[in-house]
């Protein structure tokens, strides 16, 4: 899903088993979170600021890792 953020360029989240991915735009890189509720991609979704947000609630808060690299 895209997004209206000056950081972040899209969004997509996996209910099942907890996966948050996120593209950001100034560097193109997808990176996913792991272990993200429902509850934080809820409010990342309708946040005033989504890159705010983000910074706030999920960077550096779940496991990280770039899809490209093995598990």
């Known amino acids: 899903m ?3 953020s000056l950081a972040i360029e899209a969004v997509a989240y996996d209910e099942n088993a907890h ?3 996120a593209r ?7 990176l996913i ?10 409010g990342l979704i309708f946040a005033d600021s989504i ?6 609630h999920i ?3 779940f496991p990280q890792r770039d899809p490209k ?3």
């Open 51 to 56: 890159g705010r947000y983000f910074h706030d």
């Open 19 to 21: 996966v948050l991915m």
């Open 24 to 30: 950001f735009r100034d560097s193109g890189q997808t």
């Open 33 to 42: 979170y792991e272990d993200v509720p429902l509850e934080i991609y809820d």
């Open 59 to 61: 960077e550096g808060r």
């Open 2 to 4: 895209r997004v209206h």
């Open 69 to 71: 690299s093995k598990h």
